[in-house]
T-cell receptor
């Protein structure tokens, strides 16, 4: 089936540096999401993005986080500056609409902040 | 407040048998959507099956089916004729219908299918 691609699959970064996680969503999907999963725990919602705007965000979506999708290219999650507690797997997801369509998840980016 | 609870941390079964994984949820919405995903050893998250709250009939897809008990706020996943490759972590998730886009996940159940 259609895939959500995430680049890179792994990233190691020094605390305080900036990191950008990239997501190529399913081509006809309009809604995009980021989820965070700390090792061994459930995924937690970070943010939803539609039509160039953040529609909803959780308390985990700190001020250091930002998302954008310039000109229909990658949907990105930027963390600036990074903190040790940002170490996690970040999953991108997309859906066709906001009502009852299913979500397609990417394989995740494993971020380690040292 | 929204919440999804999976009390079974891990389950082991012998292949070709049937397994049921439990999930209960909390919501104030009258309309909501329930999902089951599995996460493989590689970390990939795969959509399995969904149940819309307004549908009375239990969803079935392949060897996955749901036991939707709305009065108990329960959505169990049943896997029949289990296979070794069904070994994974299974997550229950809920999305409310009131305009929220969040999927609220449970903590997951590790299923191990043994030969």
């Amino acid at each position: 089936g259609p895939k959500v691609l995430q680049i890179p699959s792994h990233q190691i970064i020094d605390m305080g540096q900036m990191v950008t996680l990239n997501c190529d969503p399913v081509s006809n999907h309009l809604y995009f999401y980021w989820y965070k999963q700390i090792l061994g725990q459930q995924m937690e919602f970070l943010v939803n993005f539609y039509n160039g705007k953040v529609m909803e965000k959780s308390k985990l979506f700190k001020d250091q986080f930002s998302v954008e999708r310039p000109d229909g290219s990658y949907f990105t999650l930027k963390i600036q500056p990074t903190a040790l507690e940002d170490s996690a797997v970040y999953f991108c997801a997309s859906s066709r609409d906001s009502s009852n369509s299913d979500y397609t998840f990417g394989s995740g980016t494993r971020l380690l902040v040292i | 407040a929204q919440k999804v609870t999976q009390t079974q941390t891990s389950i082991s079964v012998v292949e070709k048998t049937t397994v049921t994984m439990d999930c209960v949820y909390e919501t104030r919405d009258s309309s909501y959507f329930l999902f089951w995903y599995k996460q493989t050893a590689s970390g990939e998250i795969v959509f399995l099956i969904r149940q819309d709250s307004y549908k009375k009939e239990n969803a079935t897809v392949g060897h996955y089916s749901l036991n939707f008990q709305k009065p108990k706020s329960s959505i169990g996943l049943i896997i029949t004729a289990t296979q070794i490759e069904d070994s994974a972590v299974y997550f229950c998730a809920m999305r409310e219908g009131s305009g929220s886009w969040q999927l609220i996940f449970g903590s997951g159940t590790q299923l191990t299918v043994m030969p």
